[in-house]
């Protein structure tokens, strides 16, 4: 699946190509059946929690509407604040998760086979402008929901860590460097993402 990618960066980073042959096949595999309606609210749920504390929300949360797999946004809207905040969401991300919410009911959040079509940049510069919704959250839609190629995100902590590991760094590089050095793995950053969090899987 991922063959011309593993060729490009290894032939691209020897250090990288030191990683790939250690941890193996690359396993990104983009969720594409998922709408970016509940990829964003599921993000939004993910921010700024571990991934077991904030699965054990999303479950209350899909539990308050039991007909269904996972909300409509009219559903989401039509939900008082304090039921959603009493499935364990802060303050903060049920005013994000409405307006999610809000901005799919107005087209601003695009259906799946329109988001499809649009180019990476125009992706970021429409869902940005949604609350609570920063650049990682929609480099995390366009990698793992969308499937693009070539995404880096160059601000996420796993990301940076797991550079400074497969590079032997004591220090964190700044974003900056990061999408320098990362130059070189045009077009398929995305699957050197994939790698440098899975350095930390194997440290």
């Known amino acids: 699946m991922h063959e011309a990618a593993i060729e490009h960066l290894t032939k ?6 030191r990683l790939i042959r250690k941890i193996g096949p690359c396993g990104l595999k983009p ?18 929690l571990n991934g077991t504390a904030a699965n054990s929300i999303l479950k209350r949360v899909i539990a308050l509407y039991p007909r269904q797999k996972f909300p409509r946004p009219a559903d989401v809207l039509a939900t008082p604040d304090r039921d959603l905040r009493g499935a364990g969401l802060s303050r903060a ?11 799919t009911d107005a087209g601003i959040v695009p259906a799946s086979r329109i988001i499809a079509r649009m180019p990476d ?28 190629p070539d995404v880096l995100p160059a601000t996420d902590f796993g990301v940076r860590k797991g550079f400074a590991v ?26 050197a993402s994939w790698y440098l969090w899975r350095a930390l899987d194997d440290k």
Not at 93 to 103: F, Q
């Open 93 to 103: 991300k049920v005013a994000a998760i409405k307006d999610i919410a809000a901005k």
């Open 31 to 48: 969720r594409r059946a998922t709408s970016p309606f509940q990829a964003l609210v599921q993000s939004v749920a993910h921010q700024q």
């Open 12 to 17: 691209s980073d020897r250090v990288l190509a």
């Open 121 to 148: 940049a125009q992706v970021m510069e429409r869902l940005t402008t949604i609350r609570g919704v920063g650049p990682w959250t929609v480099e995390m839609l366009l990698i793992f929901t969308l499937g693009r």
């Open 166 to 191: 497969a590079f032997g760094r004591d220090d964190l590089p700044k974003p900056a460097e990061l999408l320098e050095h990362g130059e070189r793995w045009r077009p398929y950053r995305s699957v």
